[in-house]
């Protein structure tokens, strides 16, 4: 069974500070997906990464893939009190098996 | 539409109901998704659908849940004699081909008293 860990589950991070998210996954997979949650409110697509070494970056926010450690970082640089969100990332197996396992999730939280 | 639409946004039920939530995906996505998020879980996979058919159910906990999607497009999750645990947000996705790239809806909140 595939399985998906991210850590810290919770973050709570000054204004201004930089932080990482870290995903890690049990399967051989060159397809990982980062999502934004807020609160009460659906889920948003933010990065896909589809091959060893990719790295998405959009404003503060940077995300790599490394498929031969099965791991994932989100980074977070110079944090916005805008970012306070959940986090996900979420694998699959690759094309033909396109069932999205999701991680727990990180709870990030700015303060001023 | 613009989105993946789904209704109702909440529904409250009694245990032994049931229940039917439906979802409509953006035109000309072929593949729709269904996962079931409890408070503080990330989404649970349940059932994805490529057109018609449903091509992974592995992830509906038993048979009293049931998706269909009989054209290709709109779809219902049926759930039979609704127990408290079942008690959740229920989401829809849909995508075009391609990469996994997931556009979900609101989701639809069970709740079963």
């Known amino acids: 069974e595939l399985k998906v860990e991210q850590n810290p589950l919770f973050l709570s991070m000054q204004e201004g500070k930089n932080y990482t998210i870290y995903c890690d996954y049990s399967t051989t997979s060159d397809r990982l997906y980062w999502y934004r949650q807020d609160p009460g409110k659906s889920l948003e697509s933010l990065f896909v990464?589809?091959?060893?070494?990719a790295v998405k970056q959009e404003g503060r926010l940077m995300a790599s893939l490394d498929t031969k450690a099965r791991l994932s970082t989100l980074h977070i640089t110079a944090a916005v009190h805008d970012l306070s969100a959940t986090y996900f990332c979420?694998?699959?197996?690759?094309?033909?098996?396109?069932?999205?396992?999701f991680g727990t999730g990180t709870r990030l939280t700015i303060i001023p | 539409g613009a989105g993946v639409s789904q209704t109702p946004s909440n529904k409250v039920t009694e245990k032994g109901k049931y229940v039917e939530l439906r979802c409509d995906p953006i035109s000309g996505h072929t593949a729709l998704y269904w996962y079931r998020q409890s408070l503080g879980q990330g989404p649970e996979f349940l059932i994805y659908f490529q057109g018609t058919g449903a091509a992974d159910d592995s992830g509906l906990p038993n048979d009293r849940f049931f998706a269909v999607r009989p054209e290709g497009s709109v779809s219902t999750l049926k759930i039979q004699r609704t127990e408290r645990g079942d008690s959740a947000v229920y989401l829809c996705?849909?995508?075009?081909?391609?990469?996994?790239?997931?556009?979900f809806g609101a989701g639809s909140r069970l709740t079963v008293l």
């Open positions: 990464l589809l091959s060893n070494g």
């Open positions: 996705a849909s995508r075009s081909g391609g990469a996994n790239v997931l556009t």
């Open positions: 979420a694998v699959d197996k690759g094309f033909g098996n396109e069932k999205l396992t």
